[in-house]
Nanobody, 113 residues
Framework: QVHLVESGGGLVQAGGSLRLSCASS????????MSWYRQAPGKQRELVAL???????NYEDSVKGRFTISRDNAKSTVYLQMNSLKPEDTAVYYC???????WGQGTQVTVSS
């Protein structure tokens, strides 16, 4: 069973940066596509970025050029570097493994204008 723990969220001013981390338990991390999602108040959860086991990445249009997803298979951890943050990036951010339906508790990101 996959267990996910997100961290690194916080309050930041517009234009600032944050780095989110997601630590995963389980032996299949290295072969899993990992994704970051976010859910803003009153909105549906949306896919922000993903990274495959081979390092292919894809991003939601609004974060392209600002966010970077990466992974460290030795640490079973996936990261989301978020730069040039905007108030509309405010949300709870979650990571997810493609082979599992398990969600972590999420980490709150709040961007003030």
């Amino acid at each position: 069973q996959v267990h996910l723990v997100e961290s690194g969220g916080g309050l930041v001013q517009a234009g600032g940066s944050l780095r989110l981390s997601c630590a995963s338990s389980g032996s299949i991390f290295s072969i899993n596509t990992m994704s970051w999602y976010r859910q803003a108040p009153g909105k549906q959860r949306e896919l922000v970025a993903l990274i495959t086991s081979t390092g292919f990445t894809n991003y939601e249009d609004s974060v392209k050029g600002r966010f970077t997803i990466s992974r460290d298979n030795a640490k079973s951890t996936v990261y989301l570097q978020m730069n040039s943050l905007k108030p509309e990036d405010t949300a709870v951010y979650y990571c997810k493994a493609a082979s599992s339906s398990v969600w972590g508790q999420g980490t709150q990101v709040t961007v003030s204008s």
